[in-house]
C-alpha cells in the first residue's frame, strides 16, 4: 500500500508519536508513505510489516535503495544506513501515527461496518456528504488495521470530513479500528453470516461489528439497521428500516425503474418523497437511507442529501450493469454473503420480469463460512428458485448445494449446470457462450477468491 502525504511528517514527529528510538538521523522530507518494499516512491517513509508470510523488517536496504528517506522498523541491521525509527510493533505505530495526524486535521469523521453493504453504503454517504464537504473517503480494500491508517495518513488539511469502511475477520478488530478514527457518527449496515466460520454465531457477528462505537468522540451517534432484531435496543442509537414501524428513519413506496428507484422516507413524521438513486434493488435503497441519515445529522439539508444521493456512483465490479452483444450482464463480482447473493438474485428476477426476458445466474462460492458453507449455499440454491430464475450456473467447490437445493425447490434439471473445478475456468466460460442467449440478463457474483470476472471476460469477448 502506498499513499501519498499532504500534510508533512518530520522524522522527529514520528519518533514522538511511536514512542520510537531514531537510528542514522536525517533531516527529512517525507512525502510518501508506504508498506510494499517493491514499490518505493522517491521520498518514501517505508514501514515494515511482519507478516505471515514476509517480514518488512528484511527489506530495509532495498527500500532504501528504491527511494525511501526514512523507515519504521522493528529492528535494523548494521548494514542499513538510512534514517530508521525503530519501535516494538510497526503495526500498532501505524495506527498511532494516523491517528495523531487525523487528530490534527479534526475532520468529521464516519465510519461503516456491517456483514454486507458497507462498501456501498460508504460510496452513498460519500457522495452526500461530499455536497458541503471537502471528502475523503477508503479506497479499494483500505478497510483493514493497515488500510484505515494509511487512509488517514491520506488526509490534507484541506479535507474536512473522512468515511472511513471497517472490515473485519474477528472479534477485537473492529474495537482497534474505531480507537483509530474516533468516529463522530457510526453505521452498522446488518448483521450476517459473512465470517461466521471464525466468529461462530451470528450474535457474535453483532458483538464485533458494535466495536464500531468503542472509539466514538464526545456525543457520537449510532445508526443501526431497525429490521435486524439482533441490533434492537442499543440505547441512544437511531434506526433506519423498511419493515419496522419504529423506526426512526422508514422506507415507504419503493419503485423501481431500469436504471433506478424511488422510494420515500417518513422522518419523524414527516414524509420526503420521491427521492430517486441510480442503482435499483431494494437492498441499496437501504444503504441510500443511512446515508440520508447521516447527512442529517451531519447538518446536511433536504436538497443537498437529494443531489448528493443522484451523485452516487458504485465502485467496480459491484452490480456493473452494462450490454454486451445483446446481452444484460450484472456483474456483481466483488463479494459475496449469502444475504448480498439473495438481494442480487431479486434484482436479476425483477429485472428479467420488466423486460419480459430470460434471467441467468452465474454463481461462485461464497467463502469464510466454515461449517455453515453447506447450509448457506443450500439457501442461495433455494432463493434461486424462489425468484423463479431461469438458468443457474454454478461455480466451485459448493456448487453443487446451490444446485441441489435449486432442484429441490422447482428448477428444471435441464436448465442446471455444475463445474465443480473452481480452478477450470475454460469449463464454465465456454458452457455460458452456449447456453446465453441474446436478450438474457445474467447475473455474476461470488466471493472474491472465485474472481468472478474472469467468467465475464467470456462475454466481453
Same mark, same amino acid.
Given at each position: 500500500?502506498?499513499?501519498?502525504?499532504?500534510?508533512?511528517?518530520?522524522?522527529?514527529?514520528?519518533?514522538?508519536?511511536?514512542?520510537?528510538?531514531?537510528?542514522?538521523?536525517?533531516?527529512?522530507?517525507?512525502?510518501?508513505?508506504?508498506?510494499?518494499?517493491?514499490?518505493?516512491?522517491?521520498?518514501?517513509?517505508?514501514?515494515?510489516?511482519?507478516?505471515?508470510?514476509?517480514?518488512?523488517?528484511?527489506?530495509?536496504?532495498?527500500?532504501?535503495?528504491?527511494?525511501?528517506?526514512?523507515?519504521?522498523?522493528?529492528?535494523?541491521?548494521?548494514?542499513?544506513?538510512?534514517?530508521?525509527?525503530?519501535?516494538?510493533?510497526?503495526?500498532?505505530?501505524?495506527?498511532?501515527?494516523a491517528k495523531a495526524y487525523k487528530d490534527k486535521i479534526a475532520?468529521?469523521?464516519?465510519?461503516?461496518?456491517?456483514?454486507?453493504?458497507?462498501?456501498?453504503?460508504?460510496?452513498?454517504?460519500?457522495?452526500?456528504?461530499?455536497?458541503?464537504?471537502?471528502?475523503?473517503?477508503?479506497?479499494?480494500?483500505?478497510?483493514?488495521?493497515?488500510?484505515?491508517?494509511?487512509?488517514?495518513?491520506?488526509?490534507?488539511?484541506?479535507?474536512?470530513?473522512?468515511?472511513?469502511?471497517?472490515?473485519?475477520?474477528?472479534?477485537?478488530?473492529?474495537?482497534?479500528?474505531?480507537?483509530?478514527?474516533?468516529?463522530?457518527?457510526?453505521?452498522?449496515?446488518?448483521?450476517?453470516?459473512?465470517?461466521?466460520?471464525?466468529?461462530?454465531?451470528?450474535?457474535?457477528?453483532?458483538?464485533?461489528?458494535?466495536?464500531?462505537?468503542?472509539?466514538?468522540?464526545?456525543?457520537?451517534?449510532?445508526?443501526?439497521?431497525?429490521?435486524?432484531?439482533?441490533?434492537?435496543?442499543?440505547?441512544?442509537?437511531?434506526?433506519?428500516?423498511?419493515?419496522?414501524?419504529?423506526?426512526?428513519?422508514?422506507?415507504?413506496?419503493?419503485?423501481?425503474?431500469?436504471?433506478?428507484?424511488?422510494?420515500?422516507?417518513?422522518?419523524?413524521?414527516?414524509? +420526503?418523497?420521491?427521492?430517486?438513486?441510480?442503482?435499483? *434493488? @431494494? !437492498?441499496?435503497?437501504?444503504? #441510500?437511507?443511512? /446515508?440520508?441519515?447521516? $447527512?442529517?445529522v451531519a447538518g446536511l439539508g433536504e436538497f443537498e442529501i437529494?443531489?448528493?444521493?443522484?451523485?452516487?456512483?458504485?465502485?467496480?465490479?459491484?452490480?456493473?450493469?452494462?450490454?454486451?452483444?445483446?446481452?444484460?450482464?450484472?456483474?456483481?463480482?466483488?463479494?459475496?454473503?449469502?444475504?448480498?447473493?439473495?438481494?442480487?438474485?431479486?434484482?436479476?428476477?425483477?429485472?428479467?420480469?420488466?423486460?419480459?426476458?430470460?434471467?441467468?445466474?452465474?454463481?461462485?462460492?461464497?467463502?469464510?463460512?466454515?461449517?455453515?458453507?453447506?447450509?448457506?449455499?443450500?439457501?442461495?440454491?433455494?432463493?434461486?428458485?424462489? +425468484?423463479?430464475?431461469?438458468?443457474?450456473?454454478?461455480? *466451485? @467447490? !459448493?456448487?453443487?448445494?446451490? #444446485?441441489?437445493? /435449486?432442484?429441490?425447490? $422447482?428448477?428444471?434439471?435441464?436448465?442446471?449446470?455444475?463445474?465443480?473445478?473452481?480452478?477450470?475456468?475454460?469449463?464454465?466460460?465456454?458452457?455460458?457462450?452456449?447456453?446465453?442467449?441474446?436478450?438474457?440478463?445474467?447475473?455474476?457474483?461470488?466471493?472474491?477468491?472465485?474472481?468472478?470476472?474472469?467468467?465475464?471476460?467470456?462475454?466481453?469477448?
Amino acid at each position: 500500500m502506498t499513499i501519498h502525504v499532504r500534510g508533512g511528517l518530520t522524522v522527529h514527529e514520528i519518533a514522538e508519536i511511536t514512542g520510537g528510538t531514531i537510528v542514522n538521523f536525517a533531516d527529512v522530507k517525507i512525502r510518501h508513505i508506504t508498506t510494499d518494499s517493491r514499490d518505493v516512491p522517491s521520498g518514501a517513509l517505508f514501514i515494515a510489516i511482519r507478516g505471515e508470510r514476509f517480514d518488512g523488517n528484511e527489506y530495509l536496504a532495498s527500500a532504501f535503495e528504491k527511494g525511501a528517506v526514512c523507515a519504521l522498523a522493528e529492528r535494523v541491521s548494521e548494514d542499513v544506513k538510512g534514517c530508521v525509527v525503530v519501535v516494538k510493533d510497526t503495526r500498532l505505530a501505524l495506527g498511532q501515527l494516523a491517528k495523531a495526524y487525523k487528530d490534527k486535521i479534526a475532520p468529521l469523521t464516519v465510519a461503516v461496518t456491517g456483514s454486507v453493504g458497507k462498501t456501498t453504503t460508504k460510496e452513498f454517504i460519500y457522495a452526500v456528504l461530499s455536497e458541503k464537504y471537502n471528502t475523503l473517503k477508503t479506497s479499494g480494500n483500505f478497510n483493514n488495521e493497515i488500510g484505515l491508517p494509511m487512509t488517514l495518513l491520506g488526509l490534507s488539511f484541506d479535507h474536512n470530513a473522512v468515511v472511513l469502511e471497517m472490515g473485519m475477520s474477528g472479534s477485537g478488530e473492529i474495537d482497534y479500528l474505531s480507537r483509530i478514527a474516533v468516529p463522530h457518527i457510526g453505521v452498522v449496515t446488518n448483521i450476517g453470516t459473512s465470517h461466521i466460520g471464525q466468529l461462530g454465531s451470528r450474535e457474535a457477528i453483532r458483538d464485533a461489528k458494535l466495536e464500531i462505537k468503542n472509539g466514538f468522540s464526545k456525543d457520537g451517534v449510532l445508526i443501526l439497521n431497525a429490521d435486524e432484531p439482533l441490533l434492537a435496543g442499543v440505547e441512544g442509537a437511531l434506526y433506519v428500516g423498511k419493515d419496522n414501524p419504529n423506526a426512526d428513519c422508514r422506507i415507504e413506496n419503493i419503485v423501481e425503474g431500469e436504471k433506478g428507484t424511488a422510494f420515500d422516507l417518513v422522518i419523524r413524521k414527516e414524509k +420526503y418523497e420521491s427521492i430517486t438513486i441510480p442503482v435499483v *434493488g @431494494e !437492498h441499496n435503497v437501504l444503504n #441510500a437511507a443511512f /446515508a440520508w441519515q447521516v $447527512g442529517m445529522v451531519a447538518g446536511l439539508g433536504e436538497f443537498e442529501i437529494r443531489r448528493g444521493l443522484m451523485r452516487f456512483k458504485n465502485p467496480g465490479m459491484r452490480q456493473n450493469i452494462f450490454e454486451s452483444n445483446g446481452i444484460t450482464v450484472m456483474e456483481d463480482c466483488y463479494n459475496a454473503a449469502p444475504e448480498s447473493m439473495q438481494a442480487s438474485l431479486k434484482v436479476l428476477s425483477n429485472m428479467a420480469k420488466r423486460k419480459k426476458c430470460r434471467s441467468v445466474a452465474v454463481l461462485g462460492d461464497m467463502k469464510e463460512l466454515g461449517d455453515y458453507a453447506k447450509e448457506a449455499h443450500q439457501k442461495v440454491g433455494a432463493a434461486v428458485a424462489a +425468484y423463479d430464475i431461469d438458468v443457474l450456473v454454478a461455480f *466451485g @467447490e !459448493h456448487a453443487a448445494y446451490i #444446485a441441489e437445493s /435449486a432442484l429441490r425447490f $422447482g428448477l428444471n434439471a435441464e436448465n442446471v449446470y455444475v463445474f465443480p473445478d473452481e480452478s477450470d475456468v475454460d469449463a464454465p466460460g465456454r458452457a455460458i457462450l452456449r447456453i446465453i442467449r441474446r436478450s438474457d440478463i445474467v447475473l455474476f457474483k461470488g466471493s472474491r477468491a472465485m474472481a468472478m470476472e474472469r467468467l465475464v471476460a467470456y462475454l466481453k469477448k
